[in-house]
């Protein structure tokens, strides 16, 4: 499906926890795994929690702070970089903020405003909320690191192949090197990647998404500071935003039938998102590429939200709804969506109610951002939302505050979480 040049490779490397500088050369540093308490894992567990990215992460540290005992698998031996802007709403900064992560001080970049860029025009707005911006890489280490100090047992490296009820009504998944993991409850927190049994609808736009590093030119940098830009092209978008230690994150998504007319090449898709947007041409004018390819995905069903489960099997992150690019507002929803499956867990709310109520709360806002990205799609729109925008920019603060999902969206337990 893709061209030569395009692969979904994911890069070795990484940007610690703790550390402020990102260089280079920390786009190719390997961390040590850090697996705990491997040996004392015991046959089952109360909770097993299926990926260990934000919301596996988030669901695993709240509820091992309320003295659960719980499994995260985890596939990746290390964290990775993920396709993804990085951009940290009010929300987000709020939850991680909750679950002992201070982006400050893993060098996340603050964002005060928000300039959408079409066709020869801009036009910007300050944003309504703080936010911030960090690589994945470095959010997803600080996560990991977080859980395992609050005793969750972290298993790396191992891959769920399949998930399946027991004659004993437990869950039993099934690991990559056969040995398998039991527990009554499980939460599916495996964010774009389906399990088998368990896949969400197929995407009909076939999105395709990118995220690229750069080190910008100076003059760019300094106009990029503190700013998220977004970018309209036709058959999709972009957003270009500092992160920590001075670099810029180009992200992408792109409809497959778009791609394929510019040969399923990167260089020629890049090419033509700085034609068709000359604000990304000057942004990326002297700008110097930190990754030999970009990080890409495919299926991606923006305006998802899963209908139920079954009892036993919360369902959060990715898995439980997914909301276009452009709102930046998936973290914000991952952790929103951990948050309120622990407390609906510990309230022993059965899990097709939690995932039912979870819907209905998330419904409208999900609705609205995705009739915001078909207008974002509209050619007529990319001509005059610009302009538009710079004669009422407060309706640009208005659609930020409207498409925020978990700030409209608390789900709460039929009953007070039980203090077991
Ligand atoms: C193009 C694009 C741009 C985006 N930009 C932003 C943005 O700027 N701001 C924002 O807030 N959101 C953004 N998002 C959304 C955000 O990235 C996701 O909503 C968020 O990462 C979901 O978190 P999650 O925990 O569900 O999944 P993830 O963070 O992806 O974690 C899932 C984890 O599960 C693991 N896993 C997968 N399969 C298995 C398996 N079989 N066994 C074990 N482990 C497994 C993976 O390795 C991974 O670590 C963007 C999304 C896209 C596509």
């Known amino acids: 499906m893709w061209g030569a040049n395009c692969t979904t490779s994911q890069l070795p490397g990484e940007c610690q926890a703790g550390a402020v500088q990102f260089h280079v050369s920390d786009l190719n540093k390997e961390i040590p795994v850090t697996t705990s308490n491997l040996n004392q894992i015991p046959l089952q567990d109360e909770v097993l929690i299926l990926g260990g990215g934000v919301a596996g992460c988030a669901a695993s540290i709240a509820l091992a702070r309320k003295g659960r005992s719980v499994t995260l698998i985890e596939r990746e031996p290390t964290p990775r970089h993920k396709v993804c802007g990085e951009f940290l709403s009010g929300e987000a900064l709020e939850d991680l903020h909750a679950l002992g992560i201070d982006v400050a001080s893993l060098g996340a970049a603050p964002i005060h405003y928000v300039r959408l860029a079409a066709a020869r025009r801009a036009a910007e707005a300050?944003?309504?909320?703080?936010?911030?911006?960090?690589?994945?890489?470095?959010?997803?280490?600080?996560?990991?690191?977080?859980?395992?100090?609050?005793?969750?047992?972290?298993?790396?490296?191992?891959?769920?192949?399949?998930?399946?009820?027991?004659?004993?009504?437990?869950?039993q998944a099934t690991l990559d090197d056969g040995t398998t993991r039991e527990a009554p409850t499980v939460f599916l927190a495996t964010g774009k990647h389906d399990l088998r049994g368990y896949a969400r609808p197929s995407d009909p736009q076939r999105w395709v998404a990118f995220k690229m590093y750069f080190r910008l030119a100076p003059a760019q940098a300094a106009g990029l500071?503190?700013?998220?830009?977004?970018?309209?092209?036709?058959?999709?978008?972009?957003?270009?935003?500092?992160?920590?230690?001075?670099?810029?994150?180009?992200?992408?998504?792109?409809?497959?039938?778009?791609?394929?007319?510019?040969?399923?090449?990167?260089?020629?898709?890049?090419?033509k998102m700085q034609q068709d947007c000359p604000h990304l041409a000057m942004r990326l004018a002297g700008a110097q590429p930190l990754l030999a390819k970009p990080i890409a995905i495919t299926h991606i069903p923006y305006g998802y939200i899963r209908r139920t489960s079954e009892n036993g099997l919360y369902c959060i992150g990715d898995q439980a709804a997914v909301i276009p690019s452009f709102t930046g507002d998936g973290i914000s929803i991952a952790l929103h969506t951990a948050r309120c499956a622990v407390a609906a867990y510990l309230a022993a709310e059965p899990a097709p109610l939690f995932q039912a109520?979870?819907?209905?709360?998330?419904?409208?806002?999900?609705?609205?951002?995705?009739?915001?990205?078909?207008?974002?799609?509209?050619?007529?729109?990319?001509?005059?939302?610009?302009?538009?925008?710079?004669v009422w920019p407060g309706v640009m603060r208005v659609t930020a505050k409207l498409t925020r999902?978990?700030?409209?969206?608390?789900?709460?337990?039929?009953?007070?979480?039980?203090?077991?």
């Open 126 to 171: 300050p944003l309504p909320f703080p936010a911030a911006s960090l690589t994945r890489r470095a959010l997803d280490t600080a996560l990991i690191a977080e859980a395992i100090a609050t005793g969750v047992r972290v298993e790396r490296g191992r891959s769920v192949q399949a998930l399946a009820r027991t004659a004993s009504n437990v869950w």
């Open 225 to 271: 500071s503190r700013a998220s830009e977004l970018m309209l092209y036709p058959g999709g978008y972009g957003g270009i935003q500092p992160v920590e230690g001075g670099i810029a994150n180009l992200c992408c998504v792109v409809q497959q039938r778009y791609f394929e007319r510019a040969g399923h090449r990167w260089e020629n898709f890049l090419a």
């Open 357 to 390: 109520k979870l819907r209905s709360a998330l419904l409208f806002q999900m609705r609205l951002a995705e009739f915001a990205a078909d207008g974002l799609n509209n050619a007529l729109a990319r001509a005059v939302l610009p302009f538009c925008l710079r």
């Open 405 to 420: 999902v978990a700030q409209h969206a608390a789900v709460a337990p039929m009953q007070a979480p039980a203090e077991i």
